[in-house]
């Protein structure tokens, strides 16, 4: 299992914050854009991109308080499922709230809407996760030292 509790491309270190926040913020883009167009009103889609961006920002602080300070947000479980709980949990009320006040025209159904949501935030916030858990698992099968004699043995094999 890549993100099982041996990870060791986590230890001895922080969240890589650039993965976490281009990664999570190209999935909401996204999340909105499909959202949007399964509601055939492409309008929608900038207000569905603030609301999941605040929802999303709104997750990595949450998660990143609580999981401290062995926070690894680019994992997908713990702080993975943490991130996609808090942000379908925030997205979901924003659009309700948005909804209920009438700042989304045309909204549909909150409860259609959050299913929806719950689909995406797993199939994109959750599938970038376990694809960089399955590299980073398979790129550190094998060791370091063996590595660098594999390394210098291809660079003499090169120079022959």
Not at 98 to 120: N, T
């Amino acid at each position: 299992m890549p993100d099982g509790p041996d990870r060791p491309w986590t230890r001895g270190r922080r969240t890589r914050w650039w993965l976490v926040v281009l990664a999570d913020t190209i999935s909401v883009a996204l999340i909105a854009c499909f959202a949007a167009a399964s509601a055939h009103d492409l309008a929608q889609a900038p207000g569905l991109l603030v609301r999941g961006a605040a929802a999303v920002v709104v997750a990595w602080a949450v998660t990143w308080l609580v999981r401290r300070p062995g926070d690894h947000l680019e994992v997908g479980w713990p702080d993975g499922g943490w991130i996609i709980a808090l942000t379908w949990a925030a997205w979901t009320g924003l659009y309700a709230w948005g909804a209920a006040v009438g700042a989304i025209p045309g909204a549909g159904g909150v409860a259609s809407f959050a299913v929806m949501l719950a689909a995406f935030l797993v199939v994109f916030c959750g599938g970038w996760r376990c694809l960089y858990g399955y590299v980073k698992a398979h790129d550190s099968l094998v060791p370091k030292g063996v590595q660098r004699r594999l390394d210098a043995q291809a660079r003499r094999d090169r120079h022959e």
